[in-house]
């Protein structure tokens, strides 16, 4: 099984379009330090792949990945569908992207589902244009089809809402206030045995999360902010960053050294415009390093 790096931002990406903070300004300044935002592709078997998160680069990240490009046939594509790990907009505005198909795929919780549906009105607004086949996203280890080598199951998280859904009731919507809005995704290639865990979206470390990364060969998790305080002395933010849902890789409560913990290869995605990471040449790469953890970069494979 094949995994394909489509991006590693934030939202807003970096550069960010309105913001000319050190990491924005050195992204413009030097071409090599952009980012897209955070997404993967995955390969479920020979010509069929599915996004993990649908984000608003969506056409760009296709275009510079050659697996997913369409062909030979004028409009055949080797995109059979979007596996969504919350309902946040940097993750799902894409969805909207792929109008052009007869039918798109989406694979989601429960809460995510309704969210998409209730809070974004989706399929209002694109079954006009073509079907949307939703399908369950669980705990369990599923394969995507009876032919397919990839099996997916979710690890809940985190119960941050987006804040589009922050007044959703659970009692029409059918979305209860729990855990499966926020999952990290275990993808399993089938054949060989080996694994990754994905999670771009890390409020919490919950017992279930640490159990799937001990037994996890690759782990890509949230890396939005260097430190706790980092958007408040950024200066454009007024919430630490674990109040914001977002686990900083460095301090006491930090997620650099549990990962330095795990036998996985550990990298780091989703990185704000304001984390330092951003620069090549921070000395917080230098920290990373002597802890055996890795920065994801867009357009990396990762062969499992």
Known sequence: MRVRVLGTAAGGGVPQWNCACPGCSGARAHPGWRRRHASLAVQAAEGRWYLVNATPDLGEQVEECPELHPGPEPRRTPLAGVILTDAELDHTLGIARLREADGIEIVATAPVRNALLTG??????????????????????????????????????SAKRPRYAAGLDAADDDAPDDDAWVVALRLTDRTTGRSLLYAPALATWPDAFQRAAESADHVIVDGTFWSDDEPLTSGFGSRTATAMGHLPIDGPGGTARRLAALQARTLYTHLNNTNPLNDPAASQHTVLRELGVEVAADGMVIDL
């Open 120 to 157: 974004l009105h989706l399929g209002e607004v694109l079954t006009p244009y073509a079907r949307l086949d939703w399908r369950p996203l669980d705990p369990g280890d599923r394969p995507l089809a009876e032919d397919s080598a990839l099996a997916i199951g979710a690890v809940p998280v």
